[in-house]
């Protein structure tokens, strides 16, 4: 079944602990990407990939690392986590070129910084 | 930016016909797309207009007009699990990410 995963699923974490959450992708999709829902605020793009070992800033990238070894896994990396950074993770993959440019979407990351 | 548009929340009637809109200001796209999401899941892909005019799925349709600058989502013969937030997403090339207005929430009454 073509799907993004992502995990963990829910993280409850303190101020300054180093956290990973990481993404796969099973459809050999070059782009991939990070964004965060918060209410009112819609979804914002954190980082994003166009393929291996290529990553650039979205709109709100302070705070976030990610990384690009592998064309299936973009994990996003929160090096010293803020309670401002509590917010639900999407991550998402698409194809670069063809005339569909579907994305889609991992099932979210609930994550909580106290 | 894009500047992408659309009313924050929208309420209807069970068994009606709803019209979602989406504004944007840029003149060069690739396409459009259409999201919805239920609260705390993922978005899932409705639809994709790349044309102008009106492309239909079932009870959904989705239409593009670039010379006036906007899209529409009609959902028709709406039931209750229709209440969900309508995302609309510009894709300005294959090489940019997607960028998406924040949303209209939709409520769905008996």
């Known amino acids: 079944e073509a799907q993004v995963t992502q995990n963990p699923r829910y993280l409850i974490t303190v101020t300054g602990k180093k956290l990973t959450v990481t993404c796969s992708q099973n459809?050999?999709?070059?782009?991939m990407s990070w964004y965060r829902q918060d209410p009112g605020l819609g979804l914002r793009q954190i980082y994003y990939s166009m393929n291996v070992e290529v990553t650039d800033k979205g709109d709100v990238p302070e705070g976030y690392k990610v990384s690009r070894k592998e064309k299936r896994n973009f994990p996003l990396i929160l090096e010293s986590p803020s309670p401002n950074q509590t917010s639900l993770y999407f991550c998402?993959?698409?194809?670069?070129?063809?005339?569909?440019?579907?994305?889609?979407f991992g099932p979210g990351t609930r994550l909580t910084v106290t | 930016g894009q500047n992408i548009d659309q009313p924050t929340e929208m309420t209807a009637t069970e068994g009606a016909i709803v019209q979602i809109n989406c504004t944007y200001q840029t003149s060069g796209f690739n396409g459009l797309f259409w999201y919805q999401q239920h609260a705390g899941e993922a978005p899932t892909f409705l639809s994709y207009?790349?044309?102008?005019g009106l492309e239909e799925k079932g009870r959904f349709s989705s239409f593009l007009s670039r010379s006036k600058g906007y899209s529409y989502l009609l959902l028709k013969e709406l039931q209750m699990k229709d209440s969900a937030s309508y995302l609309c997403a510009l894709i300005l090339s294959g090489n940019t990410p997607l960028v998406f207005g924040k949303g209209t929430r939709l409520s769905v009454i008996a």
């Open positions: 207009n790349v044309l102008d």
């Open positions: 459809m050999n999709h070059e782009y």
């Open positions: 998402a993959s698409r194809k670069d070129r063809g005339y569909s440019y579907e994305q889609y």
